[in-house]
C-alpha cells in the first residue's frame, strides 16, 4: 500500500520559514517524480513545485525564488524548502505522487502565515 506522510506545517510569521517533509512508503521511491500542492481557503488546489527523477525542479510561478523543492532517494523523502512566506501562501500543503497509474495523496500539513 502506497502512502505519504506530510509534516513541518505550523503557524508563521509572514517573512517566516518552514520546511515540509513527506515520507513515502510502499513505492520504489527513486523512480517516480514527486509534486507538492495546496488548497488555499475556498480556492481550487494548485501545484506548487514539482521534482523529476533526475531532480530536475519546477515551481508555481508565485513560489518561484522562495520556494525550494528538493528529494532524498535514500531516505524516501521530498522536502519543501519555504523563504520569505506571505499570507497568501496559507493553505494545506499537500504531497502528490502517480503510482501504477493511480494518483496518490498525503493527508495534508496545515501552513499558516499571519500578517
Known amino acids: 500500500q502506497v502512502q505519504l506522510v506530510e509534516s513541518g506545517g505550523g503557524l508563521v510569521q509572514a517573512g517566516g520559514s518552514l520546511t515540509l517533509s513527506c515520507t513515502a512508503s510502499g513505492i520504489l521511491f527513486r523512480i517516480h517524480g514527486m509534486r507538492w500542492y495546496r488548497q488555499g481557503p475556498g480556492k481550487q488546489r494548485e501545484m506548487v513545485a514539482a521534482v523529476t527523477t533526475g531532480n530536475t525542479a519546477d515551481y508555481a510561478d508565485s513560489v518561484k525564488g522562495r520556494f525550494t523543492v528538493s528529494r532524498d532517494n535514500a531516505k524516501n523523502t521530498v522536502l519543501l524548502k519555504m523563504n520569505n512566506l506571505k499570507p497568501e501562501d496559507t493553505a494545506v500543503y499537500y504531497c502528490?505522487?502517480?503510482?501504477?497509474?493511480?494518483?496518490?495523496w498525503g493527508q495534508g500539513t496545515q501552513v499558516t502565515v499571519s500578517s
Open positions: 502528490y505522487v502517480v503510482h501504477e497509474g493511480k494518483w496518490v
